[in-house]
């Protein structure tokens, strides 16, 4: 039976295979304890076209550079700001330089009113993006993120997409497999410890 990953400590649940699927094939199941999500490949429509394989980032890994960056640290003035932050207020920083620029901000929001889930989601003004301010301490949903992302990019929006390290990895995989330029793309995420079951967090 063919699968995107190889085995299961493979694969961080990034949707990037799903979502580059032209046959719509694959769909994220909880498969074991801890309810995190794996893709499953439905055999009766996959084509064996190898693009999810190939988008995969565990399957082909990009090489790493011996490149120096820079790096630099921030932390913001405003205390408001710094108060309705975890992590120094960088969020809010560079999601503002990108509304403030006609862009539009992707992160992880969590639904308080509802089922206490976390997913992606889009905002394209202040009041939305600071529904997205705060660490949520666990991998959200990622849902149609990625195509809305491309969608964006297409019509020549700058897009700031923050999530988990293999979210954005798995977007910038996504991304060059449908051949759509990342120069109006930015992600920021954060030094990973790895991500709690969600049925714990639930
Ligand atoms: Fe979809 Fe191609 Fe992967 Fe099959 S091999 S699941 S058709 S991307």
């Keep these: 039976m063919l699968t995107v990953y190889n085995s299961k400590d493979m694969c961080c649940g990034c949707t990037a295979c799903e979502t580059v699927c ?3 094939a694959i769909t994220m199941q909880k498969i074991g304890r801890g309810g995190d999500k794996y893709p499953v490949i439905d055999q009766n429509i996959c084509v064996d076209c190898g693009l999810c394989r190939k988008t995969c980032r565990w399957v082909n890994p990009k090489s790493s550079t011996s ?3 820079r790096f630099f640290a ?3 003035k405003d205390v408001d700001v710094l108060n309705k932050s975890q992590s120094g207020g960088a969020f809010t920083v560079f999601s503002d330089a990108i509304l403030k620029n006609n862009g539009v901000v992707y992160g992880a929001y969590l639904d308080k009113e509802n089922d206490f889930t976390v997913y992606h989601k889009r905002a394209d003004n202040f009041e939305e993006r600071n529904l997205l301010r705060g660490s949520k301490y666990v991998q959200s949903d990622i849902r149609q993120t990625f195509r809305q992302v491309a969608e964006d990019l297409n019509s020549g929006k700058k897009v700031l997409f923050s999530g ?3 979210q954005s990895d798995g977007l910038l995989s996504y991304i060059e497999a449908k ?3 990342a120069e109006n793309l930015y992600t920021m995420d954060l030094i990973c410890h790895g991500v709690p079951s ?3 967090f639930n």
Excluded: G
């Design 164 to 166: 988990t390290p293999c």
């Design 67 to 69: 490149e120096i960056k």
């Design 74 to 76: 921030l932390k913001v």
């Design 179 to 181: 051949h759509i330029s």
């Design 198 to 200: 969600p049925d714990v």
């Design 22 to 24: 032209p046959k719509n």
